[in-house]
């Protein structure tokens, strides 16, 4: 059995129409339908879609954060039905403390895995992190005084610092401008090939998921969004967005997965 | 001449003390020209109208035998002069004390700060506490709001009478009438700062598995201090100006009662002197609650 392990998972919200339908009967709205996905240890799988299609609700079952209307997520041999220290999340927006500075929100998750330990030992595990980040300087500083770039390395930092079985990138350079996040992208390449984490990435950036997967799945878009490929890409690391782009490779799969992008809700919802 | 953006800023910046200054000097311009009175005019008045003003104490004679108004007696809104000589005249006796009614200015501001920091205070607590507990629970909140719209409005002097008739005391009375005045902004904003927490914040609260505890002084308090604050402010507002009223109908030794003790004097220039204690209190007190707020703000 893989490590991480998506089984038919399906999400249905009550629809607009259910709330005043007749009575008895509540409609429903089919997000994604028997989604499978597997995921080895230490492999980085990128899930793209169009927005709206449902990757983010995926995720956050992945998380924990929601339920699966059916179907189910096995972590490690174990059921995923709520949040967990084995599960990081990079959010989006960042989802950093405000009221704290760079360094207590990653003590903060230090210190929530490793309850035993002491605030020296914390401090110095948390220091650890921020290094690797490159957010030396910048650890007193409050999120609000960092750039988005630098924000999104302390949410990186706090997810390595937990040592998660499997970090979750929810979309996780979307907010940051186009320079810096190549820049963090290469940086959040080097952490992963020296930790060897499992890591699910969410995102409808294709470069970046060329540049960062071992292996990339497709997403139709919703109602009732499939998953209906998933293919390795085959570029040798180390790779940068220099020498990846010159590839015959890059150049085949950024263009499969642009078409199956621009034509992927007509063609492949018909296959069902 | 090199920085002439700087000399700018600088100077736009003297404006508004500026204008200030202008506004208050010529307040207090119309003030004197409005309430000064002319001299006395004996011509036309009998040597018997003149004896009847005389022995009402309306007018004085001086040395010379010339007939003026009595400097002591009052008549109309006294002018600025006679409040700042009232002012000097209360604080160079700010801490005496005569009898029961008769204490110095420095005592009735410490009696009005005691009372309102026990009323404050304790509603704050009692607050937050309660409006975090509302705000973690739907139907909690559900099932009081119709007790807290209803109790809301109600101004905390009408609880007077039955505070009055129940706690049996009226030092204690004022107390509750602070604290009634302060209790719902606090409990309302509170609550919804609570309730609007950003969903991610809770959500890495959840993946951290922090205990309910942790989760409430580490996430859910720091992040609803911005709006709790808010709350207290708000209260503190109401609370400062529940408080003298409070004091003038409970007769409780204070600088809101002063403002009634001299128009029972019929001394209008204390009345003035009083009003601006008041607002000379208030305005310490707000700083003081400001700088504290600053402390657990943030940015986001």
């Known amino acids: 059995m893989a490590f991480l392990s998506i089984e038919r998972v399906s999400k249905y919200f009550p629809s607009q129409e259910g709330a005043t339908g007749r009575a008895g009967r509540q409609e429903t709205f089919c997000v994604f339908r028997d989604v499978d996905l597997r995921i080895e240890k230490g492999e980085f799988v990128t899930l793209i879609g169009h927005s709206g299609c449902g990757k983010s609700t995926l995720l956050n079952i992945v998380a924990g954060f929601e339920q699966a209307s059916s179907g189910g997520v096995i972590l490690d041999g174990k059921e995923v039905t709520s949040p967990g220290l084995d599960r990081m999340v990079v959010f989006q927006s960042f989802a950093l403390m405000p009221w704290l500075s760079a360094a207590e929100n990653v003590r903060l998750a230090v210190r929530a895995a490793h309850p035993t330990w002491a605030s020296g030992q914390v401090g110095t595990e948390a220091q650890k992190y921020l290094d690797m980040m490159g957010l030396k300087g910048a650890e007193q500083k409050k999120p609000a005084f960092l750039s988005g770039g630098m924000r999104q390395r302390v949410g990186l930092a706090r997810a390595f610092a937990v040592q998660p079985k499997v970090l979750l990138l929810d979309e996780p350079f979307a907010q940051i401008d186009a320079l810096t996040r190549g820049v963090i992208q290469e940086e959040l390449v080097r952490m992963w090939s020296e930790t060897q984490h499992t890591v699910f990435m969410v995102t409808h950036d294709v470069d970046e998921a060329i540049l960062l997967s071992d292996r990339i799945a497709l997403m139709t878009n919703g109602p009732e969004a499939r998953l209906t490929e998933s293919f390795a890409v085959d570029i040798p690391r180390p790779r940068t967005r220099e020498t990846m782009i010159d590839t015959d490779t890059y150049t085949r799969l950024r263009n499969h997965i642009l078409h199956f992008l621009m034509r992927g809700s007509h063609v492949f919802s018909g296959m069902q | ?300």
Not at chain 2, 198 to 215: G, I, N, P, T
Not at chain 2, 229 to 234: P, Q, T, V
């Open chain 2, 1 to 300: 001449m090199e920085t002439p953006s700087l000399d700018r800023s600088l100077h736009a910046s003297r404006q508004p003390l500026l204008i200030s200054l202008c506004l208050l000097i010529l307040t207090l311009l119309v003030w004197q020209l409005a309430t000064v009175r002319p001299a006395f005019q004996a011509q036309g008045l009998t040597a018997e109208q003149l004896q009847t003003l005389e022995f009402n104490g309306d007018i004085v004679r001086n040395s010379a035998g010339q007939y003026a108004y009595n400097p002591d007696k009052t008549r109309g809104i006294p002018g600025p002069w006679a409040v700042v000589r009232k002012t000097v005249e209360e604080f160079s006796q700010a801490f005496h004390k005569h009898g029961t009614n008769d204490h110095g200015i420095g005592h009735l501001i410490r009696y009005t700060v005691t009372r309102f920091a026990a009323g404050f205070l304790s509603a704050s607590v009692v607050a937050v506490c309660l409006g975090v507990l509302i705000g973690l629970s739907r139907t909690l909140y559900q099932a009081l709001n119709p007790f807290i719209q209803l109790l809301k409005p109600i101004s905390p002097l009408a609880w007077m009478p039955l505070l009055l008739y129940t706690v049996q005391n009226p030092t204690l009375t004022a107390v509750c009438v602070v604290f009634l005045a302060s209790l719902w902004p606090t409990v309302a904003n509170t609550a919804f700062g609570v309730s609007n927490i950003r969903k991610d914040y809770l959500q890495v609260a959840s993946l951290l598995q922090l205990s309910w505890w942790q989760r409430l002084l580490r996430v859910v308090l720091p992040a609803a201090a911005p709006a709790i604050i808010a709350g207290l402010r708000i209260s503190f507002g109401s609370a400062l100006v529940a408080v003298v009223p409070a004091e003038m109908l409970l007769g409780e030794l204070g600088v809101g009662y002063l403002t009634w003790i001299e128009w029972n004097n019929l001394h209008i220039a204390g009345i003035l002197f009083a009003i601006l204690v008041v607002g000379a209190v208030g305005v310490t007190l707000d700083a003081g609650f400001n700088r504290l707020a600053r402390l657990v703000t943030y940015t986001e």
